[in-house]
């Protein structure tokens, strides 16, 4: 996959639209529990179990964990976007209060998936994006200079007159489009920025890059909590904490440059050269015992001597992650998270600290505007979409239009059209009867 990132203008520049300190959002949750409910009489199942932690302005929070190990549950409880058909109970606070739903302009949310619409440019999607969402009062200039400034940010500088792409349209890669949909939500400087997985689908130095982005925006002032799966050493260094999940349990939650010392002291230290965010996903990944159980069957032993923590010595998943769970509770780690919380609440102690976001969007004329003109330029640049729906209704309106040919004007036209439909019905019949015959 090749990705341009714009070296000229590194991610460390610009904070001119930080958000000012009675917009930073300091976002705490308490033993925090996710069930689902069962269907048709079946119990229902724990996929987030106790959650404890905190994310302040300037720092950038890592959830990590094995796949389903409930990262984008913990993600989705904070954003407040849980599905129906699940149940939270603990608390999450947002400069101390309780969050029932964020004002728009607090929170963005980059989702797993991207959405996009493949016939706008990264420009224009960018463009229509900002038409959307920076208040109506800024200038075509200042607006211009923000789209600008986030193109470049996401290293999209180069390709920003290129397609997004679709089934019919050849577009970007998939890491750029990963980069587009996070330029899409980093364009209004949100207080709180949430991301699930961002640098799934970038080579290395891309997630590096995107990384530090983030890491640039928490430096501004925003608080930043993000999933990520398996990131390099370099990558993993720019988070500040890190949130350890494993089947919904936290095994960590605290400074990313500690957790090797509780590893260490919890009888799994990190063994030297080896990337420690790899380390601890392997410790806690059931996934393992799989690949343990099918080397083992193909007799394949000598792996173990490259990778001692694989085979044989390896010891079952769910033995050690109850393990580490427990000692994370009762380590000083998890003190310090409490008091650290405690700490957080008490400067908003009677103060109303939850924010609203600016609500500071383009007005409806102007929204009305833009999404015509986007729609437009949609359905005319989509052949599915448009051109095949011209020639269907085309091809439509000839069979009945010609129906219709040359009847007149008189009475009795009725009744040759009636007779058209009944001739045409009478040959329907006819087959029909010969197909059952
Ligand atoms: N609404 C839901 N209904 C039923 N099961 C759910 C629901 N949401 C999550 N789960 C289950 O909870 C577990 C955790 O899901 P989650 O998506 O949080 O994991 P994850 O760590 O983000 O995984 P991945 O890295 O693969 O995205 C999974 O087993 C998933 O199937």
Redesign the pocket.
Known sequence: MEVSLDVSSPPDGVCERAPPSSLRAHVVWTDLCVN?QGKGGKPS?S??VGATGYVEPGSILAIM??????????L?ALAGR??P??VQTGDILLNGQSKTSLSYGVAAYVT?EDVLIGTLTVFESIMYSASLRLPGNITKTEKRAIVDRTIREMGLWDSQNSYVGNFFLRGLSGGEKRRLSIALQILTRPPLLLL??PTSGLDSAAAYFVVSTLKNLAKEGCTVVS?I?QPSSEVFALFDNLTL?SN?HTIYFGETANASEFFAASNHPCPPLRNPSDHYLQIINADFDQVKHALKNLRVDDVESTDPLLLKTRKNTEEVVKTLSAAYQKSDYSIATRSKITHILSQFNGKAGLIGGSGSHANFIQQCVTLTQRSFVNMTRDPGYYWLRVAMYTMVGLCLGTIFWKVGFKYSSILVIENTFLHYLRILQLKLNGADH
């Open positions: 689902v199942r996929i987030l964990g094995p796949s389903g190990s409930g990262k984008s549950t913990l989705d849980l599905a058909n699940t797993q699930d997985e999933s799966h999940l919904g």
